[in-house]
């Protein structure tokens, strides 16, 4: 399925007032992975703003090591950028990414929500599910004397790809609108180009504080009730670093006490919740598989 490189550039153009990532596209059908594709080009000489494009990966990289399958149809890809920030922020530009494209695709019409910390999702209603995976951001740091001197983004976004139970790619979801959202790929690639554009410089421009009201906005999880450490808890937000707040109740000598513990990514996975109706009109949730 090769892509129009003319086509992403002039909705590029369309879509933007002032470039605030210089954009070099650098389009593949087939690659092994548009993060190591960027940081290649990285290697040899090309300047953040260089961006990695494809429709199918081998050994596409997910979060925590996993491997992102990344099947014929999906969009897949990588920009480059040189944030100088602290390593301790890194999750900074995962926040900031998710909420850009969260707006940009909601601003064409999708119902866009965030699975903390960085799944884009769907809201919908096939077999229970109030929202579906549409994708995922794989952000990459190479760190100098404690700053991000590089950082490669990346976005898996189902487009026509298969997908798991708990998934939803934007060709189903769009089947039934008319006009559709989003009408061709070469249309959701400059889309992603440029929510990843508005996060990192919202980020930049506006500030943490600002960027994380933002974010939450689009946080499916707020008030979710989990276990942690076999206590139900409540999760009331996250940190400037990315960190899940968690408001934990218990009760000692018959007081109620409730303390806020902050969990880093990685140590907890929140799932996909599906919704069950059982007898007497009692609705219940339980955890699905990822
Ligand atoms: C996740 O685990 O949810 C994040 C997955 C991010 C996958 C994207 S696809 C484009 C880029 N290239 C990769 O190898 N991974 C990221």
Redesign the pocket.
Known sequence: MPLNQETIEAALKAGRQSAYLPFSLHLFETV??????VWDLLGSGSEPGCV?I?TQ?T??????G?Q?V?QEG?????VAIAPNIEASNSYQLTLATAWGIAQQLQSCGIPLGIKWP??LVCKSDENGYKYK?L????TETKVQTGKISQA?I????NWANPVPETGINLETWQANQQPKPIPSLEMLTSTILLGIESGIQSLFQEGINILLSRYLEFLINIGEEIYVNDVMSTIVGVTHTGDLRVCVETSKQRKIMQSEIHLQPGTISLGYRKLRLTTHNTTITNEAAQ
């Open positions: 092994s992975s548009t993060n190591q594709i990695a494809a990966q050994s596409g990289r997910g979060q925590w996993r992102w990344s999906g969009l897949y890809l990588s960085n799944d995976k994708g995922g951001i794989l490669v990346g976005v898996g976004i």
